[in-house]
């Protein structure tokens, strides 16, 4: 398995449905060589192996719009068709080991940047391209660089100015951040963690509690966090990505941290230590 490069792309017509399409949803067509991937406010993407990303912008859609799509759902559809298993939720890299984390869109993305803080290394935001051997997680094709999208919570209460970072969408609140160099290389994964909230917490309880993940309850976990998984199952990647999920849940532990039902901002310390903790 080769690492995937920067997502290249240019401007081009790009037909609004596949006629051999094997998948087709109201946001992706799909065949095992090619995939339409569109959103009307933004466009339509041509996704094909190893060739640049044709994209037929919508009218009004930003150049920060483009970015976006091929930063995510673009670039995991990239993953798809190269056969690369691929996830949901963001990587760290610490002391040389890589750490998965999935869960909450809000949290996978804050608990990486707290732990940045704290001298981590950030490998992926979004899209986790997981495989080789030994069982590695690799810098996205759609955000090489290693930037975190946060909202302006998460980013004050690490102490960044939410107005100094770059706006993901203009519609969004979102805006990213680059907290170091990223990783250039596959980082082999030694833990996964998962964040949900759990609004019994608070009180006199810990506001955040770790357990660990039985290996099935670890395969749910990151079938549920894999990216496009309709489109993998009509392709006929399915048997293929279950193995691989199975393969990495058997082979790394993971951990479930189940945060209070508030602002994740207001966890993320904890969070971040439990996190650290558990890798021990």
């Not at 449905?17 to 339409?36: C, F, I, K, N, T």
């Not at 080789?132 to 980013?155: E, F, I, K, Y």
């Not at 993971?254 to 310390?269: D, N, P, S």
Request: contains cysteine.
């Amino acid at each position: 398995m080769q690492l995937l490069g920067p997502t290249r792309w240019e401007r081009g017509r790009v037909p609004a449905g596949l006629a051999g399409a094997r998948h087709r949803s109201p946001l992706v067509q799909a065949e095992r060589d090619q995939a339409v991937f569109s959103l009307g406010s933004v466009g339509r993407f041509l996704v094909r192996p190893g060739r640049p990303v044709v994209v037929e912008a919508a009218p009004g859609a930003t150049e920060a719009d483009i970015e976006c799509m091929l930063a995510g759902p673009v670039a995991a559809l990239q993953c798809c068709l190269e056969g690369v298993p691929c996830l949901r939720g963001a990587a760290v890299e610490m002391s040389g080991r890589g750490v998965l984390i999935v869960g909450g869109a809000r949290g996978t993305s804050a608990l990486a940047a707290a732990l940045a803080c704290r001298g981590a290394k950030v490998v992926a935001d979004s899209v986790l391209c997981t495989g080789g051997g030994p069982l590695s997680v690799w810098p996205a094709p759609g955000n090489p660089s290693g930037r975190l999208a946060l909202w302006p919570d998460v980013a004050r209460a690490i102490g960044l100015d939410p107005a100094q970072g770059v706006p993901v969408r203009p519609a969004l609140g979102l805006r990213q951040f680059a907290l170091g160099p990223g990783a250039t290389a596959p980082v082999p994964i030694s833990a996964a963690v998962m964040t949900t909230v759990d609004s019994a917490l608070g009180g006199d309880r810990p506001s955040v509690e770790r357990e660990a993940m039985s290996q099935l309850e670890a395969v749910r976990a990151l079938l549920d966090a894999s990216w496009h998984s309709p489109v993998v199952g009509d392709l006929g990647r399915r048997r293929d990505e279950f193995e691989h999920l199975t393969q990495l849940a058997a082979t790394v532990p993971m951990w479930r941290l189940r945060r209070a039902g508030t602002t994740v901002a207001g966890t993320l310390e904890e969070l971040a230590r439990q996190t650290e903790e558990a890798l021990g």
